[in-house]
């Protein structure tokens, strides 16, 4: 596995360089900024990009997110001495295929790294545990704040439902195909669906919707 270490500190980056190399991995290039490790990283288009996220000209998940943009084959694992929720979150959902702490041990270290050989994420125990929790507690969030929906969309949802067209729907409203996208966009967002279908069968739980659809 080729690996490019990204770190705005030499002596860390030198320190995983020399462990990677004795444990048989290929260590491309080291970086010591988010731009650099943008450029080298699509330049040497390494397997693995190993990326610092507190780093000067450019955060860690700002160069997470222009790699993954440009190259989603080259997998990018987060390396931080924190386990901020927020962070955390943000790296996973951005596409992240890891996040590992640098107070890790050097098997346990390893030890990602071979999960994500297995494509597994590359994460230790205890951040492993803390983003489920995370997970769960912002899915729980989610869940108890009861999304409102307007007049408009509760009617547009309903043909919806009922198997209608957006074509139809804008037909039988008197408005545009073009506005009944918009408002099954805002609904999508209000009820955190992926599609129509998803967004029906939610609003149906929660009651908003008077009817079975068709």
């Not at 990677?20 to 970086?31: D, H």
């Not at 860690?60 to 386990?83: F, H």
Request: one cysteine or more; proline letters at 2%.
């Amino acid at each position: 596995m080729r690996i490019l270490v990204v770190d705005d500190h030499s002596l860390v980056r030198d320190g995983i360089t020399s462990m990677l190399e004795a444990a048989g991995y290929t260590v491309v290039g080291q970086s010591g900024d988010g731009e650099s490790a943008v450029s080298d990283a699509l330049r040497h288009h390494p397997d693995v990009v190993l990326m610092d996220i507190a780093m000067p000209k450019m955060s860690g998940i700002e160069a997470l997110r222009l790699i993954r943009e440009a190259a989603p084959d080259i997998k990018v694992v987060i390396l931080t001495i924190s386990e901020d929720e927020n962070t955390l979150i943000d790296a996973i959902q951005l596409g992240a295929s890891g996040y590992m702490l640098k107070s890790s041990s050097g098997d346990e270290f390893l030890r990602c790294l071979k999960s994500l050989e297995d494509g597994e994420l590359a994460l230790n125990r205890s951040t492993a545990t803390h983003l489920i929790q995370s997970l769960m507690e912002v899915r729980s969030g989610v869940k108890d704040q009861r999304p409102t929906l307007t007049e408009r969309e509760c009617e547009i949802l309903q043909l919806v439902a009922d198997g209608y067209s957006n074509k139809v729907i804008g037909q039988r409203l008197s408005v545009s195909e073009n506005t009944v996208k918009y408002h099954i966009k805002k609904i999508l967002q209000k009820l955190n669906a992926q599609n129509r279908t998803e967004a029906v069968a939610y609003a149906m739980r929660l009651g908003l919707l008077d009817k079975d659809p068709a």
